[in-house]
């Protein structure tokens, strides 16, 4: 039996950490706004039909305005009552808006379908059917915002433009 034990123990720590499939995220709102981010999910997830905030395993945005940091959110520091739901076609590299999907909610990172629920101090965004747009301690910021329908697709590598004024080339259009 202690022969067993320390087999599977010994299988366990030699197995390395779980691989792991990076999405990098650049919107490109109205009037000089944008955001940048990142998401972790396991990678055996990368042919799954739809991702949602149960599995991603890391989070993490950024707002700006011209190019200057707006405000910061990720998953793992978020409070407890903060909006938090995600929709993502890993396939196709796409987070779904507008109603692509059913139910009643899109895209909400620390922004409800109002885009004022994020705290003081606090940045967020939230893809509806009114919007995309962002959320600025508790104030839906309008000037940021583009349509319901604006495609919005993530890529495999990593932000060097804030602005995100460079186009995803890599993106899986599908």
Same mark, same amino acid.
């Given at each position: ?48 039909? %739809?991702?949602?905030?149960? /599995?991603?395993?890391? *989070?993490?945005?950024? &707002?700006?305005?011209? @190019?200057?940091?707006?405000?910061? =959110? ?11 739901? %995600?929709?993502?076609?890993? /396939?196709?590299?796409? *987070?779904?808006?507008? &109603?692509?999907?059913? @139910?009643?909610?899109?895209?909400? =990172? ?65």
């Amino acid at each position: 039996m202690q022969k067993l034990l320390g087999a599977a123990l010994m299988a366990g720590l030699s197995a390395g950490p779980v691989a792991a499939a990076n999405v990098h995220i650049c919107w490109l709102g109205q009037n000089g706004y944008s955001m940048t981010g990142y998401m972790e999910f396991p990678d055996e997830l990368q042919d799954a039909p %739809l991702i949602t905030e149960e /599995e991603v395993t890391v *989070f993490r945005i950024a &707002g700006y305005l011209d @190019g200057e940091l707006l405000g910061e =959110w990720d998953k793992d520091t978020r409070r407890p009552d903060a909006t938090w739901y %995600l929709r993502y076609f890993p /396939e196709r590299m796409h *987070f779904p808006t507008n &109603g692509e999907i059913l @139910g009643p909610f899109d895209q909400g =990172w620390n922004a409800d379908g109002t885009a004022e629920d994020c705290a003081e101090g606090e940045f967020g965004f939230n893809a509806g059917n009114y919007a995309q747009d962002f959320c600025l301690s508790g104030v839906w910021v309008e000037p940021s915002g583009v349509p319901p329908e604006t495609p919005f697709h993530a890529q495999n590598y990593p932000i060097n433009d804030v602005t995100c004024r460079i186009p995803a080339l890599l993106s899986k259009l599908g």
